[in-house]
């Protein structure tokens, strides 16, 4: 059973580097998110898609992009790293938007 | 956007029953209150999700009042495995889709 996968699984990333951030769900959902959780904190919203072939913004959505050519796929994109892009990102899907969400094991970027 | 409050650690021991409130005052009306469970490196899990009155699951309970400005997760009869971190959300279910999560509560649960 999959469910949700991430990869990778840690990265270190040199400022100014692009990075695709991967998710891949096996559950057919409707739904997808990717999300940020800085140390001590709760998660932020970065972007989400209700089903293929839409996204949304979420809270912190600046400089991040996301697809979602497929039910099963939601890659994140950094475009150009930041030191502050440092956190574990976490990639969840549900069923429908707002249902109970399954989340994947996260990836811990690392921008130097 | 609604904001939740919660206590920002908690305590119990194994075999109580562990009450943890949820502020939600701005609260729309298509909101519904969700609550997750995380343990240190792993993603959240779903704990359980209501919108009015009470939901019960295998795990746990959530009570909601009629003006559904609080809510309150119960968990009976914790063990030490419970010990985590709990996150109440609040957000609606559509298009609009916005998921505010707040620092969570960490409950510590003792021998």
């Known amino acids: 059973i999959a469910g949700i996968t991430q990869a990778p699984t840690s990265q270190i990333l040199a400022a100014g580097r692009r990075m695709t951030l991967r998710c891949t769900q096996d559950?057919?959902?409707?739904?997808m998110y990717w999300y940020r959780q800085d140390l001590g904190l709760g998660l932020r919203l970065i972007h989400y898609?209700?089903?293929?072939?839409?996204?949304g913004k979420g809270e912190v959505p600046d400089g991040y992009s996301v697809s979602r050519a497929n039910t099963d796929d939601f890659p994140l994109t950094l475009a150009s790293a930041v030191p502050s892009q440092t956190s574990v990102y976490f990639c969840?899907?549900?069923?429908?938007?707002?249902?109970?969400?399954?989340f994947g094991q996260g990836t811990r970027l690392t921008v130097v | 956007l609604a904001k939740t409050t919660q206590p920002i650690s908690m305590d119990s021991y194994e075999g109580q029953e562990v009450n943890i409130t949820c502020s939600h005052n701005?609260?729309?009306?298509?909101?519904?209150i969700t609550w997750y469970q995380q343990f240190p490196s792993q993603g959240p899990r779903f704990i359980i999700q209501g919108y009015k009155t009470k939901v019960t699951n295998e795990v746990a309970s959530l009570f909601i009042p009629a003006d559904r400005k609080s809510s309150t997760l119960s968990l009976p009869r914790v063990s030490l495995s419970d010990t985590a971190v709990y996150y109440c959300?609040?957000?609606?279910?559509?298009?609009?889709?916005?998921?505010?999560w707040g620092a969570g509560t960490k409950l510590i649960i003792k021998p």
């Open positions: 559950m057919r959902h409707n739904a």
């Open positions: 959300l609040v957000g609606s279910r559509d298009s609009n889709y916005q998921l505010i």
């Open positions: 969840a899907s549900s069923p429908e938007l707002g249902a109970e969400a399954f």
């Open positions: 898609s209700n089903t293929a072939g839409t996204t």
């Open positions: 701005n609260i729309a009306t298509n909101d519904y």
